[in-house]
């Protein structure tokens, strides 16, 4: 049913910024007509078709596909707690994720729309592949954590998870979502980088003396991927099992980051699909030829720990 509703009212209006000849709909028409004429390099052939058969009734997205349907138009019910004034929805796994204090319901509502259309199965965002192996001692490092649903996911499977996130709003929000499992969940408010000062850490360094080190690695920093991976060479090369990083921030991260892995003996596999990606796409939709179309997420394995 919501897909036939997303169907209906994306359709409708479509022929109504048609009709206005608004930016996102000559946008749309330039994309696909760039896609109908050109040999597009960034995107295979069956992915140029699904684009182009897309965008004959939908306005332009960051993500060209129909799974995009199942979010759009959800009216998620937000809550209230009482005791500490945040907000806050109720996940798929019946646990609470907040926000940041500053948020209205409105944009809580479009941010956790905008979470779960990412991590849909059919998403280049979605970190949760079939082959990702966590167990009862898995230890996750989840880096760029934002509201820190990947790890609030497994937070019930996991030993332990270490939080990086720089937003203090987000600290707050992430020291609630986490309460009930406060004794596993160490939150750190700093960069995580390749260099160590009062404002950025290596996790090499952060993880000296420590003995419980991460076997999963989840990496989102806004195009300073590389630079943690460099500054987890050690880890990574001695008990790292898996590594979740995004690759869409950068125009060859998506070749870069592969390699770097690849070399310290990773297997490596993308996400779904491909991202249109730019900093710039709202609210101007102004983009001109020839478009980013980009991986989102490289999954990087190794034969799953037995300890």
Same mark, same amino acid.
């Given at each position: 049913m919501r897909r036939?509703?997303? =169907?209906?009212?994306?359709?409708?209006?479509?022929?109504?910024?048609?009709? =206005?000849?608004?930016?996102?709909?000559?946008?749309?028409?330039?994309?696909?007509?760039?896609?109908?004429?050109?040999?597009?390099?960034?995107?295979?052939?069956?992915?140029?078709?699904?684009?182009?058969?897309?965008l004959k009734r939908h306005l332009v997205e960051v993500y060209n596909y129909p799974f995009i349907g199942k979010y759009l138009y959800r009216r998620v019910k937000v809550y209230t707690d009482k005791s500490s004034g945040l907000k806050y929805v109720i996940t798929p796994e019946k646990k609470r994720?907040?926000?940041?204090?500053?948020?209205?319901?409105?944009?809580?509502?479009?941010?956790?729309?905008?979470?779960?259309? =990412? #991590?849909? !199965? $059919? $998403?280049?965002? %979605?970190?949760?592949?079939?082959?990702?192996?966590?167990?009862?001692?898995?230890?996750?490092?989840?880096?760029?954590?934002?509201?820190? %649903?990947?790890?609030? !996911?497994?937070?019930?499977?996991?030993?332990?998870?270490?939080?990086?996130?720089?937003?203090?709003?987000?600290?707050?929000?992430?020291?609630?979502?986490?309460?009930?499992?406060?004794?596993?969940?160490?939150?750190?408010?700093?960069?995580?980088? &390749?260099?160590?000062?009062?404002?950025?850490?290596?996790?090499?360094?952060?993880?000296?003396?420590? #003995? &419980?080190?991460?076997?999963?690695?989840?990496?989102?920093? =806004?195009g300073a991927e590389e630079d943690v991976l460099n500054g987890s060479d050690r880890l990574i090369k001695e008990c790292v099992q898996n590594i979740l990083v995004c690759t869409y921030h950068k125009k060859k991260d998506s070749q870069i980051l592969p390699d770097w892995l690849q070399k310290r003996n990773f297997k490596t596999q993308f996400s779904a699909g491909y991202m249109l990606f730019s900093f710039d796409l709202k609210p101007g939709y102004s983009l001109e030829p020839p478009y980013n179309f980009r991986r989102g997420l490289v999954h990087a394995y190794k034969k799953a720990s037995t300890t």
């Amino acid at each position: 049913m919501r897909r036939i509703y997303f =169907e209906f009212f994306s359709f409708l209006k479509y022929q109504k910024q048609r009709f =206005e000849k608004t930016p996102r709909y000559l946008l749309t028409q330039r994309v696909r007509k760039f896609l109908q004429q050109t040999n597009q390099t960034d995107l295979p052939t069956q992915e140029q078709q699904q684009y182009i058969h897309f965008l004959k009734r939908h306005l332009v997205e960051v993500y060209n596909y129909p799974f995009i349907g199942k979010y759009l138009y959800r009216r998620v019910k937000v809550y209230t707690d009482k005791s500490s004034g945040l907000k806050y929805v109720i996940t798929p796994e019946k646990k609470r994720l907040y926000f940041k204090r500053n948020m209205t319901v409105k944009h809580i509502r479009s941010s956790y729309n905008a979470l779960c259309l =990412e #991590q849909d !199965k $059919s $998403s280049p965002h %979605n970190y949760n592949f079939d082959n990702l192996s966590i167990t009862k001692n898995s230890i996750i490092a989840d880096i760029g954590a934002a509201e820190g %649903n990947f790890s609030l !996911k497994h937070i019930e499977f996991i030993k332990k998870a270490y939080i990086f996130e720089t937003d203090r709003n987000w600290v707050e929000a992430l020291e609630n979502t986490f309460k009930p499992w406060q004794e596993k969940v160490v939150v750190v408010n700093k960069y995580v980088g &390749n260099i160590n000062n009062q404002h950025f850490l290596s996790l090499d360094t952060f993880f000296q003396n420590n #003995q &419980n080190y991460p076997s999963i690695l989840k990496i989102d920093v =806004e195009g300073a991927e590389e630079d943690v991976l460099n500054g987890s060479d050690r880890l990574i090369k001695e008990c790292v099992q898996n590594i979740l990083v995004c690759t869409y921030h950068k125009k060859k991260d998506s070749q870069i980051l592969p390699d770097w892995l690849q070399k310290r003996n990773f297997k490596t596999q993308f996400s779904a699909g491909y991202m249109l990606f730019s900093f710039d796409l709202k609210p101007g939709y102004s983009l001109e030829p020839p478009y980013n179309f980009r991986r989102g997420l490289v999954h990087a394995y190794k034969k799953a720990s037995t300890t």
